[in-house]
């Protein structure tokens, strides 16, 4: 049980820090600070699942490497770069979501009634984004349909019982639309006020639960 709070003190003081450094703009003390987050959480994890989902780690993994992609710069190809990395690691949630389900087939088909609020927001924001996607518009369209389809995945693991086992990673999910919505508005739109101290908040919090429940 100790490495555990060991760990969980430390990624406390690191995540504090790091969002200071986001608001304050101190740029290397994001460097120092950013680059920790998603890999403690691993090692949380590591040390303390009794039966660890590679996917899980997989995907936290690809999660680090998209974090140290959008440190390097503006530049879009940074910015695909992190995208493609984000895009597995919400495929590989997605499987890890589907082994949570070990009759998928019993899910009703009425359930698909709650991919229409998806398709809509999806839709919605694509509308926004569109004037200043130019190329990027086919892989933007892509990573959002595939967060969109990991968000009704984990809906669907509700299914399955709603416990915190399965409503932790839905909220996660729910959380990495809302950073990866306000990450996009930034780069191709306007840039909003303390948006990278709401999209790391978000998105940090939505990698905690996601594990959470997990772990539950």
């Not at 996917?55 to 770069?81: C, E, M, N, P, Y």
């Not at 070990?102 to 009634?113: A, K, N, Q, R, T």
């Given at each position: 049980?100790?490495?555990?709070?060991?760990?969980?003190?430390?990624?406390?003081?690191?995540?504090?820090?790091?969002?200071?450094?986001?608001?304050?703009?101190?740029?290397?003390?994001?460097?120092?600070?950013?680059?920790?987050l998603?890999?403690?959480?691993?090692?949380?994890?590591?040390?303390?699942?009794?039966?660890?989902?590679?996917?899980?780690?997989?995907?936290?993994?690809?999660?680090?490497?998209?974090?140290?992609?959008?440190?390097?710069?503006?530049?879009?190809?940074?910015?695909a770069?992190?995208?493609?990395?984000?895009?597995?690691?919400?495929?590989?949630?997605?499987?890890?979501?589907?082994?949570?389900?070990?009759?998928?087939?019993?899910?009703?088909?009425?359930?698909?009634?709650?991919?229409?609020?998806?398709?809509?927001?999806?839709?919605?924001?694509?509308?926004?984004l569109?004037?200043?996607?130019?190329?990027?518009?086919?892989?933007?369209?892509?990573?959002?349909?595939?967060?969109?389809?990991?968000?009704?995945?984990?809906?669907c693991?509700?299914?399955?019982?709603?416990?915190?086992?399965?409503?932790?990673?839905?909220?996660?999910?729910?959380?990495?639309?809302?950073?990866d919505?306000?990450?996009?508005?930034?780069?191709?739109?306007?840039?909003?006020?303390?948006?990278?101290?709401?999209i790391?908040?978000?998105?940090?919090?939505?990698?905690?639960?996601?594990?959470?429940?997990?772990?539950?």
């Amino acid at each position: 049980m100790f490495p555990q709070i060991l760990i969980v003190i430390v990624f406390i003081i690191d995540f504090i820090i790091n969002l200071y450094a986001d608001r304050k703009r101190k740029e290397t003390l994001k460097v120092l600070t950013k680059p920790l987050l998603v890999p403690l959480i691993i090692l949380f994890y590591l040390t303390s699942a009794e039966d660890i989902n590679w996917f899980i780690v997989t995907a936290l993994f690809f999660g680090f490497l998209g974090d140290v992609s959008l440190l390097w710069g503006s530049k879009r190809i940074f910015f695909a770069i992190g995208l493609f990395s984000f895009l597995v690691g919400h495929l590989l949630y997605i499987l890890a979501f589907l082994q949570s389900i070990p009759h998928f087939e019993v899910i009703p088909i009425w359930f698909l009634i709650f991919l229409i609020p998806y398709i809509l927001y999806g839709c919605a924001l694509l509308r926004i984004l569109r004037p200043n996607l130019n190329k990027m518009i086919v892989p933007v369209s892509i990573y959002m349909s595939i967060i969109l389809m990991m968000s009704f995945t984990s809906l669907c693991c509700i299914w399955n019982g709603f416990t915190l086992q399965f409503i932790l990673p839905f909220i996660g999910s729910l959380l990495f639309i809302v950073s990866d919505t306000v990450l996009a508005y930034n780069n191709f739109n306007a840039p909003l006020k303390n948006y990278e101290t709401l999209i790391m908040g978000t998105y940090i919090f939505a990698q905690v639960l996601i594990v959470a429940g997990f772990l539950y």
